[in-house]
């Protein structure tokens, strides 16, 4: 079962990561590996997290492969999109934990994320 899918989205010239569900440690490394492979193909360095199927939390397992994987996820901006507040949390607490993010927002909504995504950048 897949647990994530990445794709690249013209209009808000971000790639998108969609999580199913909390993907193990190896998933986690491999969904990142992806997400960057496909950033380094874009510019500028949009990405949009969309974890609103994740519920729970993140096991500690997880939070480590993130935080290992993510030393060299180099984003402008970076749009989390959560509806859990406990899954918002634990989301900003990684993202604090990856110096390589420049700006990160966090949303309810896809059309809240895309909006914030299109607005004007200065590099």
Not at 29 to 52: C, S, V
Not at 62 to 81: D, G, P, Y
Not at 112 to 118: G, R, V
Request: net charge positive.
């Amino acid at each position: 079962m897949t647990e994530y899918r990445v794709w690249y989205d013209d209009d808000t010239r971000a790639v998108w990561m969609k999580f199913t569900s909390v993907p193990s440690a190896g998933g986690i490394r491999q969904a990142m590996k992806d997400l960057i492979g496909e950033l380094d193909r874009h510019q500028p360095r949009f990405a949009a997290l969309d974890l609103r199927e994740v519920s729970g939390g993140f096991p500690p397992d997880f939070r480590k492969a993130v935080v290992e994987s993510a030393a060299n996820l180099r984003t402008e901006r970076q749009a989390h999109i959560i509806s859990n507040p406990v899954v918002r949390m634990l989301s900003r607490t990684i993202t604090l934990l990856i110096p390589s993010v420049r700006r990160a927002g966090y949303f309810k909504t896809a059309e809240e994320a895309a909006s914030w995504l299109k607005e004007p950048f200065d590099g």
